[in-house]
């Protein structure tokens, strides 16, 4: 079973960063696809960004260009480098692990992973 802890959420003004961090143990990280998920109130949970073993990413739509995520296999770390946020951007933010698949990637529906940190805040006003 993979355990996933997040942090480094919080509160900032539209046009700020924030960076999350998501520390993984009970797996060997190299050999889990890695993703971000995103639930704000009242809406469904939706998926933010995937990276594979090899390094290979893919983002929705609505955060491509402004998030960045990166991973220290050293430190069985994930990260979500998020800028110039928007208003729009405000819910919990979960990393998922899907550690079925070698390390590659099926998709990014959330049905498709195994794992699931507590998740952690971020708040942006306008």
């Known amino acids: 079973q993979v355990r996933l802890v997040e942090s480094g959420g919080g509160s900032v003004q539209a046009g700020g960063s924030l960076r999350l961090s998501c520390a993984a143990s009970?797996?060997?990280?190299?050999?889990?696809?890695m993703a971000w998920f995103r639930q704000a109130p009242g809406k469904e949970r939706e998926g933010v960004g995937l990276v594979d073993r090899d390094g290979m990413t893919n983002y929705a739509a609505s955060v491509k260009g402004r998030f960045t995520i990166s991973q220290d296999n050293a430190k069985n770390t994930l990260y979500l480098q998020m800028n110039s946020l928007k208003p729009e951007d405000t819910a919990m933010y979960y990393c998922a692990a899907d550690p079925r698949r070698g390390g590659y990637c099926y998709s990014l529906r959330p049905i498709e992973y195994t794992s699931w940190g507590q998740g952690t805040q971020v708040t942006v006003s306008p």
């Open positions: 009970g797996y060997t990280y190299s050999r889990i696809c």
